[in-house]
Structures are given as C-alpha cells and as structure tokens.
C-alpha cells in the first residue's frame, strides 16, 4: 500500500484563526466596555475604538481562514 504524502497546512489559515480569536476576545471587551462605560475614559473612547478593530480583527481573520480552508483539506 503506498501513502499518500501528508500536506501542510499554510501559515496563513493559522494566521486566520489567531485573528479570529483575537478578534473575538477584543470585540466583545468592546461591547462590554459599550454597554458598562468607564467613568474615567481618554479623549477619543468616545469613537469605541475597540468595536473597531475588533470587528476588522474578525473580518481579517475570515477571510484568511476561509480562502485557506480549502487549499489545506486532504
């Protein structure tokens, strides 16, 4: 019986799922931090810049995840 060879996954579906993940965790820090605001906030918490890039995160890391998904399935 022959093997077949083993294909490795690229760097960039797991550079999707961190960002995902990352994204996940600062996103709903974000939504928290919306709900519950802070009594002493900086100048510009008013702009929620965690909703932002927690949200870019999340996207970013789909989009990695997604379009590599295939290309790393045996």
Request: no cysteine.
């Amino acid at each position: 019986m022959e093997q077949q060879p083993v294909k490795m996954k690229p760097i960039w579906y797991f550079v999707g799922l961190m960002l995902l993940a990352m994204g996940i965790i600062v996103l709903g820090s974000g939504i928290y931090h919306y709900i519950h605001p802070e009594l002493v906030s900086t100048k510009l918490s008013q702009l929620h810049p965690e909703l932002w890039w927690g949200a870019i995160m999340v996207i970013a890391g789909l989009i990695f995840f997604l379009t590599h998904r295939a290309s790393s399935s045996n």
